[in-house]
């Protein structure tokens, strides 16, 4: 069976601690590895990328000023720039060479980077939220990496306190939170953490993305106190094959459907944190 064959390195690029290894698949496409962990692939990248930004983003009425923190490929400010009420895209990333490597490769993830409304900011999403007025976003979206290194830092308490911080009354933020089968003890602790800083829904999510660990990865969604989000149920409904008037289309993975699915949990999660989920 083939999972990952490799046909050709395009590019091996190393600096500091960081390689970066651009691959061809038979099956996936051109796939972007990161420390020897898969980043993104061609073929499935849509399921994350879609999930992490519309998840959020439909979950509210007309999102206007988002930041993203991470998303160096440029995939997630890609599906941001497709709500058309978005006036204003953040972006912080800490290193500039994933945003090359991927303009480079992936031109049709990094088209977002073109997009008038996004400012790219290169540098630590810790202290760049640190800097930024109370109540200024209205969604914060943070793709991370795993929680290693500097990593490590945005899946801890005071990172989400930053967050919180950061959101108008009913806002909304999304981030990465890892894979059900491999992390359920760090994911019991980022559900305890938003729990206690976010006075509004806090809700646990996921989707399949076939070259991740344990082929998914879940999603922690919450909102501030104020106007009340049900995450469950979005108000923009993206039907069929991923259209919508406020969402330009067409989307390959997410629609209204898949979205409300996105929080069923299997028995042994809501199990582990079910009575903690609002």
Known sequence: MDILLLIWIVELVIERTVTLVNLQSATYGKVLVLDGVIQLTERDEC?????ITHL????????KKVLVIGGGDG??????????????????????????????????????????RVNLHIGDGVAFLKAVPHGTYD?????????????????EKPFF??????????????????????????IQDIVSNCRE???????YAWTTVPTYPSGMIGFMLCSTEGPA????????????????????????????EIHSAAFCLPSFV?????SKLR
């Not at 930053?162 to 089968?181: M, Y």
């Not at 809501?270 to 079910?274: C, E, F, L, P, Q």
Request: aromatic share 8%; hydrophobic share 40%; glycine share 8%.
């Open 47 to 51: 399921a994350y990328q879609e999930m």
């Open 56 to 63: 959020p983003l439909c979950s509210i009425q007309n999102p």
């Open 75 to 116: 995939g997630v400010i890609r599906e941001v720039s497709r709500h058309a009420s978005v006036e204003q895209i953040d972006m912080c990333e800490i290193d500039a060479m994933v945003v090359d490597v991927s303009k480079k490769y992936f031109p049709d993830v990094a088209v977002g980077f073109q997009d008038p």
């Open 139 to 155: 969604a914060v979206i943070v793709d991370s990496s795993d929680p290693i290194g500097p990593a490590k830092e945005l899946f």
């Open 161 to 186: 306190e930053l967050i919180a911080k950061a959101l108008r009354p009913g806002g909304v933020v999304c981030t990465q939170a890892e894979s059900l089968w491999l992390h359920m003890h760090l």
């Open 197 to 203: 800083i976010f006075k509004g829904s806090v809700n």
């Open 229 to 256: 989000v049900d995450f469950k149920n979005p108000v923009t409904r993206v039907e069929g094959e991923g259209s919508h008037p406020q969402v330009k289309g067409p989307l390959r993975f997410y629609n209204a």
């Open 270 to 274: 809501n199990k582990a944190i079910g």
